[in-house]
């Protein structure tokens, strides 16, 4: 279980007086239970991408403590930190502007795959296995989306690409950053009920800001 305890977060207004500051966080308490899923709640402005983001490691918290199991991971060497980060992978809120345009879907994906297989120690044929098989957890023929721009895909597809090459990675939590914040009610429905699918089947852990 991941624990994010008494987490605030400050940022610095530029070209206000000296000093100034706003506060986007302040004090938050959050469980993340592994393959739970969690809504967090709030108006606009009220910090929740700023949470997300947090909780997804791409911004640090001004105070606070990040546990795991109990275990407060800013005591944890750099690798392993970075490690455990990898598993906690945000889905972003504009798909198409989370895409590279000027490499296509294989070029994105494989990527990806490459580099965690690095890291994690896979051979190459675990590369070649996977591809096609986090495209068939997100519901696309890798026929049709591979060797495609993000341009030249759907307004439904691009939203499964990004959770697809978050999923190449095998993380244990995603953060959707309003990933759901389609006007299609129908293909909003279809990426929650994905969503729903992962954490049943994967185990996976969603934190999902609602629309």
């Not at 791409?58 to 690798?79: F, R, V, Y």
Request: aromatic share 4%; net charge neutral.
């Amino acid at each position: 279980m991941v624990r994010r305890v008494g987490i605030e977060k400050t940022y610095r207004v530029r070209g206000g007086k000296r000093g100034e500051s706003v506060h986007a966080l302040r004090g938050v308490d959050l469980d993340i239970p592994d393959g739970s899923a969690i809504s967090i709640i709030g108006e606009s402005g009220c910090g929740k991408s700023t949470l997300g983001r947090i909780i997804a490691g791409i911004e640090q918290p001004t105070s606070g403590t990040i546990l795991c199991d109990d275990t407060d991971i800013t005591k944890w060497n750099a690798g392993r930190r970075r490690e455990f980060l990898r598993g906690i992978q945000m889905i972003h809120q504009d798909p198409y502007s989370a895409l590279n345009p000027v490499r296509t879907i294989d070029e994105i994906l494989m990527d990806v795959l490459r580099l965690h297989a690095r890291e994690s120690g896979k051979d190459s044929h675990w590369v070649d296995r996977h591809l096609p098989a986090i495209l068939d957890l997100v519901g696309l023929d890798p026929g049709y989306v591979l060797p495609r721009y993000p341009h030249q895909l759907s307004g439904g597809m691009r939203p499964r690409i990004v959770i697809a090459r978050a999923l190449a990675v095998e993380p244990t939590v995603l953060v959707a950053d309003e990933a759901v914040s389609l006007n299609d009610v129908s293909l909003r429905l279809g990426i929650l009920g994905l969503l729903e699918r992962l954490r049943n089947d994967l185990g996976i852990s969603v934190v999902l800001p609602p629309p």
